[in-house]
């Protein structure tokens, strides 16, 4: 059960080709749907069924998303796929990009069909080149066939999509940070209420989602919902996407049913490289809070097992960490990272980011004192939950699981000056 | 109003750069021209040699029907905006988590060896640019930096050598 | 209505309100910086989070709409810790200056630190310091104070209609400002110095002068405008610190413009008058008030000839100092006062309408679906009117100007830009597209035009909107044809449907006419049975005797050139006024020094019809005497009856009681000439008057002189002209008008129509031109 749907043509030469993809029934779907005339409800429904959840990282359930769209309500509405990778450890909606673009296409066009739209972006980040220019080309490739613009093979349907390039923003893929970005401004996340699905792009009412959710699209609705949900688990549907790097022998991108224990996952990536032993695992991402080795290798890979552990499974990105990191070294790091990418606009994140990059900083560099550990954890407390985004709580979760499961080799390197690693 | 008064659009760019800058102007409504300034400040620096000037942004104001400081905003906002000059070629190290523990401080050390400036600084030649940059989404192949618009991936001193051989 | 419960009380709110504005309502404070009721929500600052029932995590109370049955907790410990944070956080990297900053004991951030802050920091890293960056002689700037709550971006965004500032940057590096060295040029931009709550953005001309302790509050009322903004004057001692606005919903809102907020600083002019002055074989020599006094009684009194009399009045004075001066004058036996110095076209006397006024209530421009402004530079003419005018703009109104030339808006309108002559025609247009006929001249010029497809796009405007309205602005009550462009305005207004209004040029323009100080109206704004001479003719056909009120020759006439020769030409000149000019010393022969803004009581009737009485803040400067006080003893000492007033309160309640009754009324007669002239065969000049060239005191506002509205006089005049006249950008150029000449710069401006140069009045090197329309010729110097 792995490469089952997003990357189900990953085998073939050239996947990223219209003719590739379509001799794997790409768009057959599409093709039905606008020639039955689907009613949308029905496709909503059956997204529902499959369990869907979002891929980007906050898991909110696809289907429901799309039904919070007042369908028929007259007026322009959006469909915005979120391909802003950045969450540091995630890197695979760079692959469905380059390598199965039309599936996404398709996707998007399912989705438009479904909430009533008839424009569509996807926002890629601006460093993505590459995949961008694959994604134009299939976008190319999609209009000459039919698939978009004016009247969709004939159904009366149209819909056009274009891809908007990022510009080195982090907190653009928080989804409306990214709706800003689309109209020309500054990518600080709105306030909610509204959401997007009333006022989203150009105040019009917008679904947004990752670009692993639209792209799993096609094959729900080939398969349908149950075929998809049974891959999974309970409460995690469908196979997904793991990006997995740090200390192994053979990172990448693997697809697999939701609820995969993490050692088979590990398996797959080659294992610990050199041998290491394992010393911690990030299951979802930077922002999610660290799990030592030990009690990951009992976890399987689903929203579920990993919360459940005090973490989240997010973008299912999975950073592997030896025994030779020091975890202040690691916090540092990913700390400064939140600093760099605040968005600034509220206070909690905008001063207290650059707060604790710079008592970890300090901790790493021999300086730390004795109160900076309680410290660390009260001033992620006040960031925590107290912001316009999301981006606060990721800021501060990575700390408050580095002192829960580390806070040892912290407190060594404030008496000692020095890394407990480097010494043991 | 609010902008820069420009009697004639066509005198700002040259034609190449504004059939580019339009071309993005058509994939938005037509009440959202400002939707293209992102694209329109990638395409003005890619033609300035990497970076903006203030008179650029002005321009890409008045092109654009928008305020200066709003553009001077998204010109701020986003880091692979230049607001300096950079090299002709900007080498943008990735050092977050999955680079780091890959190594990228070897990566970061080989680059300022080999061109003898540090982070953030430009070759006395204008060629190359060191740039530290955050997680680029390409961890499997860490350590990996940029250059340009391509990706460098499973670095070593070796293919840094043999990559910085094969630019001009 | 839904019911909530905040703190244990119950209350009752408007569904859909945010929490914090029912809680403002209901005096329980809840801290907050990002929040202002004017502007839009932004809810980063995260000071005004509170506990809500079964909410996991504390709400900002401004972004949070309340809810039937809503439990809300503001100081409880949850809501209290969330306080806390976000002040810990706000505190880190403010500099903690408190010392040496301005806004120190009248500052948000010190005010909600004692409440929620600790006295020690556990923040022991570096601060983060922003360099400064000039932003313009009115607003001083110490960023590194800054707390991001980006009130003033909004402010320029959403109230004055202009970006000027933004967030440059990102994350902890952001910073608020233009970016680029600057200056902040919105009309309204001082009000950027209440809205930031802490001492990031203060008055320039304030800087280091005073501490918030050591002033005290006074009310007051601004004299720049007729809309009369109500204003809290902040003293120390005897002197006027600084001025800030005093909320006042129906008039301005909790803005006022820059004009009346700087304009203070004209107070301490070098060249103020503080001692009474009597000329003597053409020397200037300080004299006391009882010398001054009798010198002016006496010389009035040997001119003899009642009608050999004319007074001239500033539409700034007070209607207490108005109406003494027409009753002193009228003592005298003429009719001959007036205050419409800047007018130049009085055919239509009598027939013009007695109480003119907006015709609206300040607070319904708003409500207006479509307007046409004609002869109106709004934004800069009337601060407060034009942001009420931006927003029924930003709410869809279509606005139309008729322009001598073209405005920098700050919203979306059509704008015709012609010449003096075109505005009267495209007026006609309109009037003829409506279907008008007009009577009289408005008949005659209505009967020559066509109606294009630009004056047919206003008159349906003008038809299809529900609140319409017609209004006449400073430019136009200057025009030389504006008896016509008056009666055009009604015919439009009529034919429409719309509201005919004047935006009253001064202070007390409508006040005037109550005053009775004007040659045909009495007290009351009843008709005269003998009319004096109007403001034009009582210079053409020069007087014997002139009383001045305020009005300084060379600059608050509509002809400073005319002005000059009629006062050097009469026997005596006798000033009242608050400064001195060589122009007012070279036609004076006597100067009776007066209280200026804030230090007089009485009262200004604005544009909307309001009165609104002040009392003097301050003493006045030196000898300076209020005028109404001066113009009582003129009186007591010219033997004229009824002139022993004791407080200003007692005039105005005399002239109250003759006014009862008295609506205001804009309709407009029957004007009968309709001889064009502003038609001119040469170059016609456009001499508007921009706003920091006003009055006397505007004039002597240092700090508003050093900004983009106060530029030197020049030649403005479009490519094409300057090349037809053989000029070039900054040329010296002389000008000739009506034989007299000024030397002045050439500045090429594209927002002049052809034929027309634009030669503001008002401004040092224009005293001795003519007309401030009129045929001007121009050559190289």
């Not at chain 3, 279509?398 to 808006?409: D, G, R, W």
């Amino acid at each position: 059960m792995v490469n089952e749907v997003c990357l189900r043509t990953l085998d073939l030469d050239r996947p990223w080709l219209l003719e590739q993809y379509q001799s794997r029934g790409g768009y057959e779907v599409l093709s039905r749907i606008l020639k039955e005339k689907t009613p949308p409800e029905e496709i909503i429904e059956e997204v529902k069924k499959s369990g869907l959840r979002g891929r980007g990282g906050a898991g909110f359930p696809t289907g429901l998303k799309w039904s919070f769209i007042a369908r028929n309500a007259p007026g322009q509405k959006y469909v915005v796929c979120n391909s802003d990778e950045g969450e540091p450890g995630t890197f695979k909606d760079r692959d469905v990009l380059r390598y199965n673009p039309h599936q996404l296409v398709e996707g998007m066009i399912i989705a438009a069909y479904a909430i009533g739209a008839t424009q569509g972006y996807n926002y890629i980040r601006g460093e993505f080149w590459e995949p961008y220019e694959r994604f134009e080309a299939a976008l190319e490739e999609a209009r000459k066939a039919g698939f978009l613009g004016k009247d969709l093979l004939g159904s009366g349907f149209d819909f056009e999509l274009h891809a908007h390039l990022g510009g080195g923003a982090y907190v653009c893929g928080e989804e409306t940070a990214l709706l800003e970005s689309i109209e020309g401004k500054k990518g600080q996340p709105r306030f909610k209420p509204p959401f997007p699905a009333h006022f989203g792009l150009y105040g019009r009412p917008t679904i947004i989602n990752n670009t692993e959710s639209l792209a799993s699209i096609p094959m729900i609705l080939k398969e349908g919902g149950p075929w998809f949900a049974d891959i999974g688990v309970k409460n995690s549907g469908g196979s997904k996407l793991f990006s997995i790097s740090g200390n192994l022998n053979n990172p990448g991108v693997f697809e697999i049913p939701m609820g995969t224990p993490f050692s088979e996952l590990l398996e797959m990536a080659g294992g610990v490289k050199g041998g290491r032993k394992l010393k911690a695992v990030i299951p979802g991402g930077s922002s999610a809070p660290v799990i030592p080795g030990e009690q990951m290798m009992d976890l399987t890979m689903d929203y579920d097992a990993i919360a459940g552990a005090g973490s989240m499974l997010g973008s299912g990105a999975v950073i592997v960490l030896d025994d030779t990191n020091c975890m202040v070294k690691v916090l540092e790091r990913m700390s400064y990272f939140y600093h760099e990418e605040s968005c600034g606009q509220c206070t909690p994140c905008r001063e207290g980011t650059g707060w604790l990059y710079r008592v970890v900083s300090r901790i790493e560099n021999g300086q730390g004192r004795q109160e900076d550990l309680d410290l660390l954890n009260d001033v992620a407390a006040r960031i925590s939950g107290r912001t316009i985004c999301a981006l606060g709580d990721a800021a501060a979760g990575p700390v408050t699981g580095m002192l829960k499961h580390f806070r040892d080799e912290f407190q060594y390197h404030i008496d000692h000056k020095k890394c407990l690693v480097g010494a043991g | 109003m609010n902008t820069i008064e420009v009697n004639n659009k066509a005198e700002i760019f040259s034609t190449e750069i504004r059939g580019e800058i339009d071309q993005w102007v058509a994939k938005y409504p037509a009440d959202w021209k400002q939707s293209a300034v992102m694209a329109a400040l990638r395409i003005v620096q890619d033609a300035n040699g990497g970076w903006l000037t203030t008179e650029l942004m002005n321009d890409v104001a008045a092109y654009l029907d928008m305020a200066p400081i709003a553009v001077y905003e998204v010109a701020t906002f986003y880091s692979m905006y230049e607001l300096k000059p950079v090299g002709k070629h900007k080498i943008c190290i990735c050092t977050n988590v999955s680079c780091m523990i890959n190594n990228s401080d070897r990566v970061v050390d080989h680059l300022e060896d080999r061109l003898g400036i540090k982070l953030g600084q430009t070759t006395e030649d204008g060629r190359f640019t060191l740039k530290e940059v955050e997680c680029l989404g390409a961890c499997g192949g860490a350590p990996m930096m940029q250059i340009g618009k391509q990706y460098y991936e499973n670095l070593t001193p070796e293919i840094i050598d043999s990559i910085l051989e094969g630019l001009e | 209505m839904v019911t909530i419960e905040i703190n244990g009380q119950e209350l009752k709110a408007k569904a859909g309100a945010m929490l914090i504005e029912v809680t403002d309502e209901a005096g329980i404070n809840i801290p907050r910086f990002c929040y202002h009721k004017k502007l839009s929500i932004s809810a980063s600052c995260r000071q005004c989070l509170v506990e809500v029932k079964n909410a996991p995590k504390p709400l900002p109370a401004c972004a949070t709409p309340v809810m039937e049955g809503m439990k809300v907790f503001t100081r409880s410990p949850l809501a209290l810790a969330a306080q806390k944070g976000t002040m810990e956080f706000l505190l880190i990297n403010h500099p903690l200056d408190c010392p040496i900053c301005d806004q120190g004991g009248e500052c948000e951030l010190q005010d909600v630190a004692v409440s929620c802050g600790s006295d020690v920091s556990r923040f022991v890293e570096g601060k983060r310091v922003v360099p400064a960056k000039n932003i313009g002689p009115l607003i001083a700037t110490e960023m590194t104070r800054c707390i991001h709550c980006t009130r003033c971006i909004r402010f320029g965004e959403e109230i004055a209609g202009i970006r000027e500032m933004g967030a440059t940057g990102r994350g902890e590096h952001m910073v608020i400002g233009t970016y680029v060295e600057k200056s902040i040029d919105s009309e309204l931009s001082g009000n950027i110095i209440d809205l930031c709550p802490v001492g990031a953005l203060t008055s320039k001309p304030f800087r280091f002068q005073a501490r918030a302790w050591e002033l005290t509050q006074v009310e007051g009322v601004a004299p720049h405008d007729s809309v009369g903004s109500n204003l809290h004057l902040h003293l120390r001692g005897n002197k006027v610190m600084r001025v800030a606005p005093k909320d006042n919903e129906s008039i301005n809102e909790c803005w006022i413009s820059d004009r009346d907020r700087f304009s203070y600083q004209g107070l301490y002019s070098d060249d103020r008058l503080t001692v009474p002055k009597i000329k003597q074989n053409g020397e200037w020599q300080d004299v006391t008030w009882e010398v001054a006094l009798d010198m002016a009684a006496a010389g009035l009194q040997e001119i003899g000839e009642g009608e050999q009399i004319a007074t001239f009045v500033s539409p700034s004075s007070s209607l207490e100092e108005l109406y003494l001066a027409q009753k002193v004058t009228r003592g005298l036996g003429s009719n001959n006062i007036d205050c419409r110095l800047r007018q130049g076209d009085f055919r239509l006397d009598g027939a013009e309408p007695a109480f003119s006024w907006l015709g609206l209530k300040i607070t319904e421009i708003e409500d207006l679906n479509a307007a046409l402004l004609v002869g109106s530079n709004t934004r800069k003419e009337q601060p407060i009117l034009a942001h009420n005018l931006r927003k029924a703009a930003v709410s869809g109104a279509k606005v139309h100007f008729i322009n001598p030339l073209q405005l920098e808006l700050n919203y979306d309108a059509s704008q015709q830009v012609t010449t003096p002559v075109g505005m009267v025609q495209s007026l006609a247009a309109v009037a003829k597209a409506l279907g008008a006929t007009g009577e009289g001249a408005a008949a005659k010029v209505i009967d020559k035009v066509v109606a294009d497809d630009d004056a047919k796009a206003i008159a349906s405007a003008m038809k299809d909107a529900d609140n319409a309205a017609v209004m006449l602005g400073n430019i136009a009550a200057a025009h030389p044809d504006y008896s016509i462009l008056c009666a055009l305005a009604s015919a439009v207004a009529n034919a429409s449907g719309a509201t005919l209004g004047f935006l009253a040029e001064a202070a007390n323009s409508v006040g005037a006419r109550l005053a009775g100080a004007l040659p045909h109206l009495l007290p009351g704004a009843k008709a005269a049975t003998e009319k004096g001479l109007d403001a034009m003719k009582l210079q053409k056909l020069p007087r014997k005797g002139y009383l001045l009120l305020g009005a300084e020759p060379g600059y608050d006439f509509w002809d400073a050139g005319l002005n000059q020769s009629a006062l050097e030409s009469a026997d005596l000149v006798v000033g009242l006024n608050t400064h001195t000019s060589p122009a007012l010393e070279a036609a004076a022969d006597i100067l009776l020094p007066i209280a200026a803004f804030a230090e007089t009581s009485g009262t200004y009737v604005n544009t909307a019809g309001e009165w609104q009485s002040f009392r003097g803040a301050v003493k006045p400067l030196g000898e300076a005497r209020p005028a109404w006080k001066v113009l009582r003893v003129l009186g007591n000492l010219l033997d004229q009856d009824d002139c022993e007033y004791t407080s200003s309160e007692q005039v105005r309640d005399e002239l109250a009681l003759l006014c009862e009754g008295v609506v205001p009324d804009n309709s407009v007669g029957k004007a009968e000439s309709a001889d064009l002239h502003s038609a001119v065969d040469g170059l016609i000049r456009i001499g508007d008057v921009p706003p920091y060239a006003l009055d006397s005191l505007v004039r002597r506002a240092s700090a508003l002189q050093q900004t983009k509205d106060a530029a030197p006089a020049a030649i403005c005049i479009n490519a094409e002209e300057a090349k037809k006249a053989g000029l070039a950008d900054s040329d010296s150029a002389v000008v000739t008008q009506d034989g007299r000449e000024a030397t002045l710069s050439v500045s090429i401006d594209a927002n002049i129509p052809d034929g027309c140069v634009r030669i503001s009045a008002g401004l040092a090197g224009t005293e001795t031109l003519g007309a401030q329309f009129g045929e001007v010729t121009l050559e190289k110097a």
